[in-house]
């Protein structure tokens, strides 16, 4: 088996900062691609940031120059770097690996429970 959890969400205020970690479990030998997507309150889910494991990272218009994704891959750990944050950016953000290849399976579209992120204006 394997999961994903994040962690770092929580409030801020406008203008402020906030590193999301997601780490992979499991006994992995490597993830594709790993993604952030974010759902607000009565809208649908959106990817924001995808990174693969070759480093190419994409980004969603509404978050690019403030957010920054990155990835340990030695860690099996991807992280959201977002700065200048609007109260549009509040949303439960979620971590997802578009495959997971592991001692006990590939493991295809996993993702994480989910982290609240409030910005208050």
């Known amino acids: 088996q394997v999961r994903l959890v994040e962690s770092g969400g929580g409030l801020v205020q406008a203008g402020g900062s906030l590193r999301l970690s997601c780490a992979a479990s499991g006994s992995i030998f490597t993830i594709n691609v790993m993604n952030w997507y974010r759902q607000a309150p009565g809208k649908e889910r959106e990817l924001v940031a995808a990174?693969?494991?070759?480093?190419?990272?994409n980004y969603a218009d509404s978050v690019k120059g403030r957010f920054t994704i990155s990835r340990d891959n030695a860690k099996n750990t991807v992280y959201l770097q977002m700065n200048s944050l609007k109260p549009e950016d509040t949303a439960v953000y979620y971590c997802?690996?578009?495959?997971?290849?592991?001692?006990?399976?590939?493991?295809?579209?996993?993702w994480g429970q989910g982290t609240l992120v409030t910005v208050s204006s």
């Open positions: 990174a693969t494991s070759g480093g190419t990272t």
């Open positions: 997802n690996a578009d495959r997971i290849l592991a001692r006990t399976g590939t493991y295809v579209g996993v």
